[in-house]
């Protein structure tokens, strides 16, 4: 019986841990979705492609100085700094 309680309880540490992550998920696309076009792919680049900002200015065309500033402000404006 001990060992099927830790399972619940296993089980249900798990199940939080989804529902938790399906939520952050949900926040994420919600904040993405309040930026332009621009500093929403900056954003998708450098926090979940993990992209260097010297590689997103290339690909976009930018200064590495402008997409630092354009982190910066979104993260800024989600009161992640």
Known sequence: MRYG?????STLS??????AARENRFEL????SELGALDR?????KLIQGIS????AVHLGLAEYTVKI???DALKKW???
Do not use: Q
């Not at 309680?5 to 309880?9: K, L």
């Not at 900002?53 to 997103?56: A, G, P, Q, S, W």
């Open 5 to 9: 309680n830790m399972e619940t309880s």
């Open 14 to 19: 798990m199940e939080e841990e989804l529902m």
């Open 41 to 45: 792919d900056i954003l998708v680049m």
């Open 53 to 56: 900002n010297k590689e997103i």
């Open 79 to 81: 009161d992640v700094l």
């Open 70 to 72: 354009r982190i910066h």
């Open 29 to 32: 696309l919600k904040l993405l």
